[in-house]
């Protein structure tokens, strides 16, 4: 019950301060300079849509998103991303048949990162 008040609380807190007509303001600026540079207007509109509804649900950014998303901006796709993103400490501490286990989930985090961000650029967040 106390999930619902809190959730009603802060619906209650958005109407109050405009929170709907800043975004939809915020969506038809950011779509007309889209538009002016030539880029895909309904594109930017879907990722603020993604960035309010991620926003409104209090989603906290991924730790290991993030570090892929600094990897992927900086150095773009590289070859041993896996070796950039371990964490040796840890690392060093595994048996062998640990560090392939770490190995193989570590590889399938950064390709849903990966995915992940390769959808936020398409949709140009």
Known sequence: MEDLKSVARRAKRRLKTDYWKKCKENADR???MAKSMGLNEGKV??????KVRSDIRGEKPDEFYLRVKQLLDTCGE???AIGRLTDEKYYS???????Q???LE???KYLAAL???????ERGV
């Open 30 to 32: 950011t779509a007309a």
């Open 45 to 50: 509109k879907s990722g603020i849509y993604y």
């Open 78 to 80: 590289v070859s041993d």
């Open 93 to 99: 501490t595994l048996s062998y048949e640990e560090k």
């Open 101 to 103: 286990r770490y190995n």
């Open 106 to 108: 570590l590889s399938a």
């Open 115 to 121: 995915e992940k961000y390769r959808a936020e650029k």
